[in-house]
């Protein structure tokens, strides 16, 4: 028996002439809460589609839960959830007949279904909203009954799609905390994101740039191996001397966080900080560990941010 | 598979029942095009506005004018003094038609053979035309209205009893005999309303789910293509019944439309019309990406089912293309099928033709529709 949820080789998709999703390799174990980060565009998407049936991949193989995707999409959706980036519910019906429909939908009848809404709505605070038409709903409410109807039949295999794009950190906390309780029973979990503190809370993580994958690890992993030296810079007219910085080769990249300017430098530097110091002798120079935003740019190119 | 099919049927109730919009359009419909077409259309025309020349100023004249307007059919509104403000007249669209009548009216009134009856009429050798009636002849309704006066009677001008005139043919008028345009529409009507809300709701109600994300949630589902699209049209069915009641039921109480076929016949052609449509529109769904795309398909289809399915000219009329795509629509079918049923009391058996081709006509658009709806985006 296979012990990865997802497994794919050589994965692409085109749209016409565009390349949506290019040469995507994964292999993600089971029971992990796996991230896809990269920016608007990326074909975080589109990745998950593939993965789901829902789109029919221009080339490459997929196996999910061990089984090959192609041929066994229906009997595969069982043991799949998904939870749109855009939310797919019924705007016009209340949040407990939602849950009746797609209950019915997984033939939950009876008694059976009648306890496992009620346990849903428990779980995920919504007993109050339960008669509110889900179109009247807030952003967190909507996404907790889009996760609850995604999870109705207890899948094995999870996908979300940007699931807290129009949630609030208080609850984006809160909604971690059920994907946690989710992989601990168990349950393997794809989530697409394009925050870094979400990022950071995966088991693993592959950051998509242009459909490419540019990185692909533990975010520990990802940040001690980061092939770059991360310095905080500090002083006076750091707009000018980021000008200056950015002209240069082996300077990655350079972003001012606060009173800060927080400079990424190549490997191919030895030392970074004398580096740094000999161009801006006048500044407060400090080497700091690397986050997941470094791990980013210096994996996109240093391109996004600047 | 039942329980699927149910909690969709159930679902699209609930939101056809929230969706007030809709709802209404399905009552409003029926019922506002039912009394506009039951009021308004009439192939037989009344009080046409016309304008007269009148050169002659006799009596005879001023009896040949109330005689025709004692018709109805004619209503001089205007007088022109000469037969070119006439003409003008009809060019502004003042009046459709004009009379002009000579000078000489008299002369020719007491030449003529309609003036006179039996065998003198037959004696007399010179005859002219005692008037002239200019027309606006785009709108052959009007033309026709007035060609039926070419050959009036003329005795009762001269105040001479009107001898009834022996017809070549007698004609009896079957099934309406008071010639009401209203009784051959009311069911018509019934196709036409179907038609447009039966394959326009179905669509509709697919594209919207794709339009609004709803899809993509539901093809990640078990559920298979089939349970889907069963549990989408059942509603529509229920509906479309509904908006046969409605329209016969106001035919029947308001415009007296007789209803003579047995309810069973009745029943089973609309079920086989509404199934006929409603695959329709799932083909379409399968087709549009937006509900704008779904509308303007349906209109494609809407209006050849108007205009040749015989609802508005006789189907036997058309040239042979126009019948030939007119066979194609499940409109002209069931038109012939109401019809028959309603006002000619025949039985569904009588109609096994047209039967039978709504019933392959289905079965052709389920399987069409099936293969092309795959649980697939994009
Ligand atoms: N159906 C489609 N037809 C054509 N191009 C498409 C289609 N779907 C996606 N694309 C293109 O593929 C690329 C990847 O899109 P995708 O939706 O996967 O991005 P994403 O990473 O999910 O972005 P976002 O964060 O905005 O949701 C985009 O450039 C998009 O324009
Ligand atoms: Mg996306």
Same mark, same amino acid.
Request: contains cysteine; proline residues 4%; glycine residues 6%.
């Given at each position: 028996?296979?012990?990865?949820?997802?497994?794919?080789? *050589?994965?692409?998709?085109? /749209? *016409?002439?565009?390349?949506?999703?290019?040469?995507?390799?994964?292999?993600?174990?089971?029971?992990?809460?796996?991230?896809?980060?990269?920016?608007?565009?990326?074909?975080?998407?589109?990745?998950?589609?593939?993965?789901?049936?829902?789109?029919?991949?221009?080339?490459?193989?997929?196996?999910?839960?061990?089984?090959?995707?192609?041929?066994?999409?229906?009997?595969?959706?069982?043991?799949?959830? !998904?939870?749109?980036?855009? /939310?797919?519910? !019924?705007?016009?019906?209340?949040?407990? %007949?939602?849950?009746?429909?797609?209950?019915?939908?997984?033939?939950?009848?009876?008694?059976?279904?009648?306890?496992?809404?009620?346990?849903?709505?428990?779980?995920?605070?919504?007993?109050?909203?339960?008669?509110? !038409?889900?179109?009247?709903?807030? *952003?967190?409410?909507?996404?907790?009954?889009?996760?609850?109807?995604?999870?109705?039949?207890?899948?094995?295999?999870? /996908?979300?799609? %940007?699931?807290?794009?129009?949630?609030?950190?208080?609850?984006?906390? %809160?909604?971690?905390?059920?994907?946690?309780?989710?992989?601990?029973?168990?349950?393997?979990?794809?989530?697409?994101?394009?925050?870094?503190?979400? @990022?950071?809370?995966?088991?693993?993580?592959?950051?998509?740039?242009?459909?490419?994958?540019?990185?692909?690890?533990?975010?520990?992993?990802?940040?001690?191996?980061?092939?770059?030296?991360?310095?905080?810079?500090?002083?006076?007219?750091?707009?000018?001397?980021?000008?200056?910085?950015?002209?240069?080769?082996?300077?990655?990249?350079? @972003?001012?966080?606060?009173?800060?300017?927080?400079?990424?430098?190549?490997?191919?530097?030895?030392?970074?900080?004398?580096?740094?110091?000999?161009?801006?002798?006048?500044?407060?120079?400090?080497?700091?560990?690397?986050?997941?935003?470094?791990? /980013?740019?210096?994996?996109? *190119?240093?391109?996004?941010?600047? | 598979?039942?329980? $699927?099919?149910?909690?969709?049927?159930?679902?699209?109730?609930?939101?056809?029942?929230?969706?007030?919009?809709?709802?209404?359009?399905?009552?409003?419909?029926?019922?506002?095009?039912?009394?506009?077409?039951?009021?308004? =259309? +009439?192939?037989?025309?009344?009080?046409?506005?016309?304008?007269?020349?009148?050169?002659?100023?006799?009596?005879? #004249?001023?009896?040949?004018?109330?005689?025709?307007?004692?018709?109805?059919? =004619?209503?001089?509104?205007?007088?022109?003094?000469?037969?070119?403000?006439?003409?003008?007249?009809?060019? &502004?669209?003042?009046?459709?038609?004009?009379?002009?009548?000579?000078?000489?009216?008299?002369?020719?009134?007491?030449?003529?053979?309609?003036?006179?009856?039996?065998?003198?009429?037959?004696?007399?050798?010179?005859?002219?035309?005692?008037?002239?009636?200019?027309?606006?002849? #785009?709108?052959?309704?009007?033309?026709?209205? =007035?060609?039926?006066?070419?050959?009036?009677?003329?005795?009762?001008?001269? +105040?001479?009893?009107?001898?009834?005139?022996?017809?070549?043919?007698?004609?009896?008028?079957?099934?309406?005999?008071?010639?009401?345009?209203?009784?051959?529409?009311?069911?018509?009507?019934?196709?036409?309303?179907?038609?447009?809300?039966?394959?326009?709701?179905?669509?509709?109600?697919?594209?919207?789910?794709?339009?609004?994300? +709803?899809?993509?949630?539901?093809?990640?589902?078990?559920?298979?293509?089939?349970?889907?699209?069963?549990? &989408?049209?059942?509603?529509?069915?229920?509906?479309?019944?509904?908006?046969?009641?409605?329209?016969?039921?106001?035919?029947?109480?308001?415009?007296?439309?007789?209803?003579?076929?047995?309810?069973?016949?009745?029943?089973?052609?609309?079920?086989?019309?509404?199934?006929?449509?409603?695959?329709?529109?799932?083909?379409?769904?399968?087709?549009?990406?937006?509900?704008?795309?779904?509308?303007?398909?349906? =209109?494609?289809?809407?209006?050849?089912?108007?205009?040749?399915?015989?609802?508005?000219?006789?189907?036997?009329?058309?040239?042979?293309?126009?019948?030939?795509?007119?066979?194609?629509?499940?409109?002209?079918?069931?038109?012939?099928?109401? $019809?028959?049923?309603?006002?000619?009391?025949?039985?569904?058996?009588?109609?096994?033709?047209?039967?039978?081709?709504?019933?392959?006509?289905?079965?052709?658009?389920?399987?069409?529709?099936?293969?092309?709806?795959?649980?697939?985006?994009?």
């Amino acid at each position: 028996m296979s012990q990865l949820a997802i497994e794919a080789k *050589g994965l692409s998709k085109q /749209f *016409g002439q565009q390349i949506a999703v290019n040469q995507l390799d994964l292999s993600i174990p089971k029971g992990c809460i796996y991230g896809f980060l990269g920016p608007n565009g990326c074909g975080k998407s589109t990745s998950i589609r593939l993965l789901t049936g829902l789109l029919e991949a221009t080339s490459g193989e997929v196996r999910i839960l061990g089984e090959p995707l192609k041929g066994n999409e229906e009997s595969l959706k069982r043991r799949l959830g !998904y939870m749109t980036q855009k /939310f797919s519910l !019924y705007d016009t019906l209340s949040v407990k %007949e939602n849950l009746q429909f797609v209950a019915s939908i997984y033939g939950f009848t009876g008694q059976r279904a009648r306890q496992r809404i009620d346990e849903l709505l428990s779980l995920y605070d919504l007993t109050a909203q339960s008669k509110q !038409y889900a179109g009247s709903m807030s *952003g967190g409410q909507k996404q907790r009954l889009a996760l609850a109807c995604a999870t109705l039949h207890s899948p094995e295999l999870l /996908f979300l799609d %940007e699931p807290t794009s129009a949630v609030d950190p208080e609850n984006r906390r %809160e909604f971690w905390e059920r994907l946690f309780d989710l992989s601990a029973a168990g349950t393997s979990i794809l989530v697409s994101t394009h925050y870094m503190d979400e @990022a950071e809370r995966c088991h693993a993580l592959a950051i998509l740039e242009k459909g490419h994958k540019r990185a692909d690890g533990s975010p520990q992993d990802l940040m001690a191996q980061l092939p770059a030296s991360v310095i905080e810079l500090s002083g006076n007219a750091l707009r000018e001397v980021k000008q200056r910085l950015i002209q240069h080769s082996s300077v990655l990249s350079a @972003a001012q966080v606060g009173a800060y300017l927080r400079v990424l430098v190549k490997d191919n530097q030895p030392a970074p900080i004398d580096f740094i110091q000999r161009l801006c002798p006048d500044h407060q120079v400090a080497l700091t560990r690397p986050n997941l935003e470094d791990v /980013f740019v210096v994996s996109t *190119g240093g391109r996004h941010v600047g | 598979m039942w329980v $699927r099919i149910y909690a969709v049927l159930r679902k699209e109730l609930k939101q056809l029942s929230r969706d007030k919009m809709t709802f209404g359009m399905v009552i409003m419909i029926p019922l506002v095009q039912l009394l506009l077409f039951g009021y308004a =259309i +009439n192939t037989d025309a009344r009080h046409i506005p016309t304008g007269l020349v009148n050169l002659s100023h006799s009596s005879e #004249s001023r009896a040949l004018i109330s005689d025709l307007e004692a018709s109805q059919s =004619i209503d001089f509104q205007q007088q022109y003094s000469d037969i070119h403000s006439a003409q003008q007249a009809i060019v &502004k669209g003042e009046v459709r038609a004009v009379l002009y009548l000579p000078r000489d009216f008299g002369s020719r009134l007491v030449q003529h053979p309609n003036y006179y009856s039996g065998q003198k009429a037959a004696t007399q050798a010179f005859t002219r035309p005692v008037g002239q009636w200019l027309v606006d002849g #785009s709108d052959t309704v009007i033309t026709s209205t =007035i060609k039926a006066l070419q050959n009036m009677p003329l005795q009762s001008v001269g +105040n001479r009893k009107v001898e009834q005139a022996v017809t070549s043919f007698a004609v009896v008028p079957f099934f309406n005999p008071e010639q009401r345009t209203v009784v051959n529409i009311v069911p018509g009507l019934v196709a036409v309303i179907l038609t447009m809300t039966m394959i326009l709701f179905t669509s509709a109600a697919i594209v919207r789910e794709r339009e609004q994300g +709803n899809m993509e949630f539901l093809i990640n589902t078990p559920i298979r293509s089939i349970e889907l699209m069963v549990g &989408k049209i059942i509603p529509y069915v229920l509906v479309g019944l509904l908006q046969v009641g409605i329209i016969l039921g106001i035919g029947h109480w308001v415009f007296s439309v007789p209803l003579r076929g047995g309810l069973s016949s009745l029943l089973l052609a609309a079920l086989l019309f509404i199934f006929a449509s409603l695959t329709l529109g799932l083909v379409i769904s399968t087709l549009a990406k937006t509900q704008l795309q779904a509308m303007q398909m349906t =209109i494609f289809i809407l209006l050849p089912s108007i205009l040749l399915s015989g609802f508005m000219f006789p189907y036997e009329a058309m040239p042979s293309l126009a019948q030939w795509i007119a066979e194609c629509l499940p409109a002209t079918h069931f038109m012939r099928m109401i $019809r028959a049923i309603v006002l000619r009391d025949a039985m569904l058996a009588e109609l096994l033709k047209d039967s039978i081709w709504l019933i392959a006509f289905t079965l052709c658009g389920l399987f069409i529709a099936s293969r092309r709806f795959r649980k697939k985006l994009g």
